[in-house]
């Protein structure tokens, strides 16, 4: 098997749990990739032959973002709608109903190009795994097929069939969802996801959909707390969820409840960037003992930015995380808040899924907001040919 090695790394973030800082950082290193994983890391000066040799020329090298939250499958545009708000108009939860609109009429070709060139457009920001949630179909047919394109992209797939009442009597929505949607859908998802939230799913209805799931092997995710305070955080910690996505409005109970059970809370500043809504508190959080996690919840309505970047930008500068905490909650948090351990660290036996930085460290992500500084993307160890 052939081996590379990157050297003349003028930081590398490994995100070992073993080590003192939160990032596991080495000075001047290498690291050594064979058959897609990550064989060797240490200090430059030590680093083993190889068949390949990079070099990365001081810069910086991070583990690849694990995106943990993404709505791509949709179709259509709201631009519109964002210059209203933008301009005094408040975000209410039923504008999905627009986006449900043009997906049901987008065709699987055009519905899979467009996830395509969205999941380019996050590879070239340092992203190597993704989930994918459908949620704008809400029919049958609309939901599995909007996870049998998802699936195409990542083995994350979520089926959000409770992502609004599409129409008509909730009651019944819910029967379809935990029925003849959910058997649609259960092959083609790995997670089963609940916008628990007024105007949307309560307590009961979100409880009755993740059971549902979980008696068919779904694991549970949930939307809660976005917009107000509510029952969704406490109902994930209740069922051992391994996140809950949002967590706006906490209460001290609620804080409490995810230290206890260890659910990842999983913070979206994009959206309240992109609805004027406050920020979540990531220093109270971290503080009490919660694992956090940094997603983009990518979407075409509340949310559309691809960019985790930006997210850490924000996160720093207006939720209270170093950029230590904001770069570890986007890739080593991101992969515990979709379970996995092969992914979100550069440790020996990880997938070599990394970013190269044009900047010698990885604070330059909070500390220059805007710029495009991945230089490079190697997903299982090879870098990232960009097809848009
Ligand atoms: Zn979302």
Redo the contacts with the bound molecule.
């Keep these: 098997m052939s081996t590379t090695v990157i050297t003349n790394i003028g930081e590398l973030v490994t995100n070992d749990p073993d080590a003192e800082d939160v990032l596991g950082a080495i000075p001047e290193a290498a690291l050594v990739i064979e058959g897609g994983k990550v064989a060797w890391v240490g200090p430059a000066i030590d680093a083993p032959e190889a068949d390949e040799q990079y070099d990365a020329g001081g810069r910086a090298v991070l583990p690849g973002f694990v995106d943990s939250?993404s709505?791509l499958v949709f179709a259509g545009d709201r631009s519109q709608e964002f210059a209203a708000r933008m301009t005094g108009t408040p975000y209410a939860a039923g504008g999905i109903r627009t986006t449900v609109a043009a997906t049901r009429s987008a065709t699987d070709e055009q519905l899979t190009s467009h996830v395509a060139r969205l999941v380019d457009e996050m590879r070239r920001q340092g992203t190597t795994t993704v989930e994918i949630?459908s949620g704008y179909g809400l029919t049958v047919r609309d939901e599995a097929r909007s996870l049998v394109v998802a699936r195409q992209f990542t083995e994350e797939t979520t089926f959000l069939g409770a992502h609004v009442v599409p129409d008509g009597d909730p009651a019944e929505y819910v029967e379809l969802v935990t029925g003849a949607m959910l058997d649609a859908a259960k092959e083609h998802a790995r997670w089963i996801d609940v916008f628990c939230e007024r105007g949307a799913f309560d307590e009961d209805q979100a409880r009755a959909i993740l059971a549902a799931g979980a008696a068919v092997g779904l694991k549970g995710r949930l939307?809660a707390n976005q917009l107000t305070y509510g029952p969704g955080v406490r109902l994930a910690a209740e069922l051992g969820l391994v996140a809950v996505?949002h967590c706006t409005y906490l209460t001290d109970e609620d804080v409490a409840a995810l230290r206890d059970s260890g659910t990842i809370a999983t913070l979206?500043p994009g959206v309240e960037f992109s609805t004027k809504q406050p920020y979540p508190d990531a220093r109270r959080l971290l503080d009490a003992g919660v694992r956090v996690a940094l997603a983009s919840?990518c979407?075409p309505g509340s949310c559309f930015t691809s960019s985790l970047p930006l997210c850490i930008a924000l996160a720093v500068r207006e939720m209270g995380m170093s950029p230590a905490e904001a770069v570890h909650a986007a890739t080593s948090g991101g992969a515990q808040a979709l379970d996995r351990d092969d992914v979100g660290a550069l440790t020996v036996g990880k997938r070599a899924d990394l970013m190269i930085l044009d900047a010698p460290s990885h604070v330059h992500l909070a500390y220059r907001p805007g710029v495009p500084l991945v230089a490079a993307t190697w997903v299982g160890g090879r870098p990232h040919l960009s097809t848009h």
């Design positions: 939250h709505h949630k939307h996505d979206l919840d979407n």
